[in-house]
């Protein structure tokens, strides 16, 4: 009698698999594309334009472009800014938005609907719109130009994060915080044990959203600050390419360098915490 092969239900079969692959490679060839470029063209002493640009000498490579920026731009010392205000936004970002969004999730209390409404409203509002006011605020009224401080001020809440983090708690069973309640756990006890924990992919989430946008942002550094040892890379990065890249020997490249320096911590902090990228089985604690 013959063996019939019987697949298990969604299970993708041979030819299937194999599309799927040379699908998903073709995708990750696209969307690496960009960045070797970018890396390619910042080693190039010389800009190539032609399709031999792509698939350079090795050998041709070289570090000059790096130089030429760095001696126009202090690259470590725009690091270091880009990484106290970025730092700063996402400790307050995931602090404050995992308190709203606990207490938005979790806690009764008169008006939470109302402002959780308030919450999604927000996200209608440009921050473009509210810098005008927001200069005025920090730099005029506090007086804090000039300082991480007043670049700071104005990110250290997102309401996206508090949305995020809402919606993470709604899912986590309240049988988990009514058992850790009997058992005499407060409302801080109860946030640090059980909801942080079940909760790993919002917390990479926001900290992955919250980091880019500081870290790449140049608009308000700018205007809340003039002084060139405070500014973040981004910051440093844009007026070096609106000023003075033009007059170096290889524009094109000194450029791409700058672009290759900014980028590259955003790729090693994806790279870290991609693997917490996983569904994460929140009943897993309650019986039945």
Do not use: C
């Not at 030819?15 to 470029?37: C, N, S, T």
């Not at 995992?98 to 308030?118: C, D, I, K, P, Q």
């Not at 730099?139 to 000039?146: H, I, P």
């Not at 309240?174 to 917390?203: H, M, Q, S, T, Y």
């Amino acid at each position: 009698m013959s063996k019939r092969h019987h697949r298990v239900p969604g299970q993708l079969s041979r030819g299937q698999a194999i599309l799927r692959g040379v699908v998903l490679a073709i995708g990750a060839l696209i969307f690496l594309f960009p960045f070797y470029y970018m890396v390619v063209g910042s080693l190039q002493s010389t800009p190539d334009t032609t399709l031999g640009g792509l698939f350079p000498n090795p050998a041709t490579f070289t570090g000059d472009n790096y130089v030429a920026i760095n001696e126009r731009v202090n690259l470590f010392s725009g690091l270091l800014n880009s990484g106290i205000f970025a730092g700063a936004v996402v400790l307050g970002t995931v602090i404050f938005g995992m308190l709203a969004g606990y207490s938005l999730a979790v806690l009764e209390w008169r008006g939470r609907g109302t402002t959780f409404a308030l919450a999604l409203l927000v996200q209608v509002v440009p921050f473009q719109l509210l810098m005008i006011p927001l200069y005025v605020m920090i730099a005029r009224d506090y007086g804090l130009g000039d300082t991480h401080l007043g670049m700071i001020l104005p990110y250290l809440i997102n309401s996206t994060a508090v949305i995020i983090f809402r919606q993470y708690f709604l899912q986590v069973p309240r049988e988990l915080f009514d058992a850790a309640r009997i058992d005499g756990a407060g409302e801080v006890r109860l946030l640090w044990n059980v909801a942080i924990p079940l909760v790993k992919p919002a917390l990479v989430t926001v900290i992955l959203l919250t980091f880019i946008g500081p870290w790449n942002e140049f608009l308000w550094p700018f205007l809340v600050t003039k002084d060139a040892s405070l500014q973040p890379l981004a910051v440093s990065l844009a007026n070096y390419i609106s000023t003075v890249a033009a007059s170096t020997a290889n524009p094109f490249g000194t450029i791409l360098a700058g672009a290759v320096v900014l980028a590259a911590p955003v790729i090693v902090l994806f790279i870290f915490f991609q693997r917490y990228f996983i569904s994460t089985d929140i009943g897993s604690g309650v019986k039945g």
